[in-house]
């Protein structure tokens, strides 16, 4: 039987959150999304909800201070019948150039680990990085420590648009090689192309399903 592909339908803004007490419910499959400042968080997660503003576009390093959480219906039409879902999109604050003083720098660390160590429903980390450069020291350490939670993490190459394709394919290539990744672990991303937005959605629905799957033999 084929199936075509999935898409986000519906996006809206749930909660803001520094601790557990305060996730919402009811509880659902969570995909976080996380990198340096500046990386293009915002309109990556406006692009995938396809809906200009939900998430609010900076040109202020370290805007976002909080766990911020988006609930998104996802639909999928099948030979036979209709499959919907939901799941949580989870926007954490960016790393590296952060306008904050050093106690508030703490306590942003304590709750983001906090969240990726112990998040009981966290399925996948997106991991966001700038095309445009190679990879720095900061972004190296997060996909390290994130590998260390034991965290299933994608890397996200943002702002695919500003480079020439074949420059994109060879940025690609130079951090897949550079962290070790397969190709289904990584993803160029161009906010004004569709075409990427579907096949990154899709390739985080694979991951739900399989999560959704262990959970029901477990």
């Known amino acids: 039987m084929t199936k075509e592909h999935w898409d986000v339908i519906r996006a809206e803004f749930v909660t803001s959150a520094v601790r557990a007490e305060q996730y919402p419910k009811p509880y659902l499959p969570e995909v976080a999304f996380i990198g340096r400042s500046n990386v ?13 503003g939900l998430a609010r ?10 766990l911020n959480f988006y609930r998104l219906d996802a639909k999928r039409k099948t030979e036979t019948a209709e499959d919907r879902t939901q799941f949580y ?23 983001i ?14 991991q966001l ?7 720095m020291d900061s972004d ?3 996909y390290n420590w994130l590998m260390e939670c ?19 394919m060879s940025q ?7 962290l070790g990744l397969s190709d289904t672990q990584i993803t160029a991303y161009s906010v004004p192309q569709p075409a990427m937005r579907l096949e990154f959605i899709n390739r985080i629905m694979t991951v739900l399903e399989a999560a959704s799957e262990v959970n029901i033999e477990n």
Do not use: M
């Open 113 to 126: 680990r906090n969240y990726l160590e112990e998040a009981p429903n966290l399925a996948l980390v997106c």
């Open 150 to 168: 034991g965290l299933n993490v994608h890397i996200v190459l943002t702002k695919a648009d500003k480079l020439s394709k074949n420059a994109a």
């Open 140 to 142: 190296i350490e997060a």
């Open 40 to 52: 293009g968080k915002s309109s990556l997660i406006n692009s995938v909800c396809r809906r200009n």
């Open 57 to 66: 576009v900076s040109s202020t390093p370290g805007k976002t201070q909080t």
């Open 172 to 178: 690609v290539a130079a951090i897949r090689k550079s």
């Open 89 to 111: 999109l989870v926007d954490l604050p960016g790393y590296g150039f952060a306008r904050t003083n050093h106690k508030n720098k703490e306590q942003w660390s304590g709750f």
């Open 129 to 135: 990085i700038d095309i445009r450069h190679k990879l």
